[in-house]
Structures are given as structure tokens and as C-alpha cells.
């Protein structure tokens, strides 16, 4: 449901190629009021693919997956799509054994961007491993249709015997912009995203339970970028890691202890290569802003073409991101063998070999 002034009319663009279709075909916001929904074995509500749909005064109970989801929100700004004022239980106390056995989710977001929680209660996610607020809907597992680190807004939030605030779903990368601190506890403008370890800056706090990651403060904001578009293709399927790399701590690190930070595998975030959606086949991740990271590929691959994609929430007055893409000059390993008669015929002379056998070095010796 994408309700605007004239539905089937075509978004026209302008003459720098940028859509502006609100003011030519204007949005008008459909209402939906006080359903009561309980005991589902699925969802309480589930709305698949909405514009500017507001859902108001909902309440559920009970349900199995979710009390409410929203797959997609499109052709839509902030603030159109949006949950206001709703009432979500986990569990009361007729729920089932079925449900008692579960692990919902109070309100699973869009794998889209431009969706809002403006007011919603949240009562009872204190069992197996419920959680009031879900990411990325219908992203169970690998085949999942999003590239992930998808923002969303909320305000106005409540809960009450909630064991966990925010389970991430696959890809497990979304970010959420608490606009009042109702959610992070941590005052306006606010954020949380998975606690990956290049994102545990010290404007945030690591909790694993409460909030399944990361939440840090004003001073900083949160922001999607993807690399996508690499040639050559051995970058498919490939492993981004992403190390903390500020260089107030890192320049205070010899080579030989800069060099130990790098091989240590625990300093870094391994990200894996998402092959759908918006940017196909790439990399998209959340990143506190303010901080430089450095990005390798496997064994250090090098690129001739990657594209980067910033997210259209970037605004004037954020922190910028930095990063270091190290360049690795590939060498072919050049091996000497003896070709002489005698027991050392057509072995390998191994490196560093000559530099204890020969006192005086003249031209055509070499050290491999």
C-alpha cells in the first residue's frame, strides 16, 4: 500500500536526474486504528510493503514470531512510515506453552530504510530469548534479500520486565537513532547498532544482553556505508575486516607492535560479503563516526575498482569516518636451484644462504 495523490502516475525526474516525486504527486498518509490481536501463530500484525501507513494504537499478545513486523517501507522520506502508540505483550498470563517455548520479537523493523517507532509500550520479554525490537524483517538466514545496516527511528519508548531491548537478526548490522533516549537510556539523539568490535569506541557501551551490542552517545552518530563494486572478482565471497585504527592509539605502537595488532585476529571485525540487496554483492556496515578504520580483504587483496555507497542519512554537522586501505605490492617468488653435477644437483638454495658463505660480494650475488 503506497498511498499518494494519484498511485500509478511514474516518479518524474528532474533535469540533474533526481527524483523529487513528493511535491509533484504528494503523499497522503493512511491510518490504521486500534486492532486488538492476540494469539497468532505468527504475527499479531504484518504489513509486507508500505509507504506513508501509520499504524495506530495496536495491541497484541502472545504471538509466536512478532507482535507487529513490517517487511518493506519504500517510496517514502522519514516520518511516514511509523508504528505510533502501540501496546505489545510477550507473554500474559494465559500464553501457551507454544509461546512460552518461543522467542518473539515485540516489533521487527523493515529491511528498509525510513521507518519509525513513534510511542510503543513493551511488557513481558523476560523468557527464552525474546526482545522487544527486531531488524531487518524476514532475515532469518543467508538467502535474506538486504545488504543490512538499515537505520531506523524511535521515540517514545517503554518496557517493563524486558530482559533484552534489541535482538539483531541476520545480517545483524541495523542501527537504531533514538531521537528522545527513551531507548539507550543514554539521552537524545542517540544510537545502537550490533557491537562489532571496530564499533566499541569509547563513546559507546558494550551490553550483550540488554541490548545485544552497542549504545553510544550524542557526541557521535552511526552511519551505513557499503563497498561494493570490486574487480577483480576474487573479492566474491570474501571476508571484510575492519580494525579500530585511530591514530592516537596506534601511532604510539612500533612497527613489531603494530604488525602483533593487525595478525591478532580478536582486534578486528570479520564481515561477511552479502550477495543481495542495494548494493548487490559487497559489503554494507554500520560505523561510529569520528574514528578511523582500516579495511583489508582476506590475505590483503588488492582492488582495481570498488565502489563506496554512504547512506542518504549523512547530514551536515556529522563526524567524518577515515579510512586506511593498505596497498600490497605483490612479488613473485623467485626460487635458485643448483644445476650443477654432485649430491647437490637440482637442490634449493634457501634464503640467506649466501650471506654466510661468501666474504666478499661482487656483482651477480644475490640475497633472495
Given at each position: ?7 500509478c ?10 527524483a ?7 503523499l497522503?498518509?493512511a491510518?490504521?486504528y ?5 494469539k ?18 495496536f495491541?497484541?499478545a ?40 518461543a522467542s518473539?520479537?515485540?516489533?521487527i ?5 525510513n521507518?519509525?517507532i ?37 521515540s517514545?519508548?517503554e518496557?517493563?520486565?524486558v ?68 574487480k ?7 571476508e ?29 571485525s ?24 582500516r ?28 579510512f586506511?586501505?593498505?596497498?600490497v ?14 649430491d647437490f ?5 634457501e ?18
Amino acid at each position: 500500500m503506497i498511498p499518494r495523490t494519484s498511485p500509478c502516475k511514474p516518479i518524474i525526474y528532474d533535469e540533474t536526474n533526481i527524483a523529487d516525486p513528493y511535491w509533484q504527486n504528494p503523499l497522503i498518509p493512511a491510518k490504521f486504528y486500534r486492532l486488538t490481536s492476540y494469539k497468532n501463530g505468527r504475527n499479531g500484525a504484518i504489513a509486507e510493503r508500505v509507504g506513508a501507513v501509520e499504524f495506530i494504537d495496536f495491541k497484541t499478545a502472545d504471538n509466536k514470531l512478532a507482535g507487529i513486523e513490517v517487511s518493506l517501507s519504500e517510496d517514502v522520506v522519514d516520518g511516514y512510515a511509523k508504528i505510533v502508540d502501540a501496546l505489545v505483550i510477550g507473554k500474559t498470563a494465559n500464553a501457551d506453552a507454544e509461546t512460552l517455548a518461543a522467542s518473539p520479537h515485540g516489533i521487527i523493523r523493515p529491511r528498509t530504510e525510513n521507518f519509525t517507532i513513534d510511542g510503543a509500550r513493551f511488557y513481558n520479554y523476560d523468557f527464552m530469548s525474546a526482545a522487544a525490537l527486531g531488524d531487518c524483517s524476514h532475515c532469518f538466514h543467508s538467502a535474506a534479500t538486504d545488504s543490512g545496516a538499515r537505520t531506523y527511528t524511535t521515540s517514545r519508548l517503554e518496557f517493563t520486565d524486558v530482559t533484552r531491548k534489541i535482538k539483531y537478526q541476520y545480517p545483524e548490522r541495523g542501527i537504531f537513532h533514538d531521537m528522545d533516549g527513551s531507548l539507550t537510556g543514554l539521552g537524545p539523539n542517540t544510537y545502537a547498532t550490533k557491537g562489532y568490535k571496530h564499533n566499541q569506541q569509547p563513546e559507546c557501551t558494550l551490553d550483550t544482553t540488554l541490548f545485544d551490542g552497542v549504545v553510544c552517545d550524542d557526541s557521535v552518530q552511526i552511519r551505513r556505508v557499503a563497498f561494493t563494486g570490486y574487480k577483480p572478482d576474487h573479492f566474491r565471497g570474501q571476508e571484510m575486516n575492519i580494525y579500530p585504527y585511530d591514530k592516537a592509539t596506534i601511532e604510539l605502537l612500533s612497527e613489531d607492535d603494530k604488525q602483533t595488532f593487525i595478525d591478532d585476529h580478536s582486534n578486528r571485525s570479520e564481515i561477511i560479503w552479502k550477495e543481495k540487496l542495494k548494493p548487490m554483492k559487497g559489503w554494507a556496515v554500520p560505523y561510529v563516526t569520528g574514528h578511523r578504520y582500516r579495511l583489508t580483504w582476506a590475505n590483503d587483496l588488492d582492488f582495481t575498482r570498488m565502489d563506496v555507497e554512504i547512506s542518504d542519512r549523512w547530514a551536515t554537522g556529522d563526524n567524518e569516518v577515515l579510512f586506511v586501505l593498505p596497498f600490497v605490492d605483490a612479488r613473485e617468488a623467485i626460487n635458485v636451484t643448483r644445476k650443477d653435477s654432485g649430491d647437490f644437483m637440482n637442490t634449493q638454495i634457501e634464503d640467506k644462504t649466501l650471506l654466510n658463505t661468501i666474504s666478499s660480494w661482487t656483482s651477480g650475488f644475490n640475497w633472495l
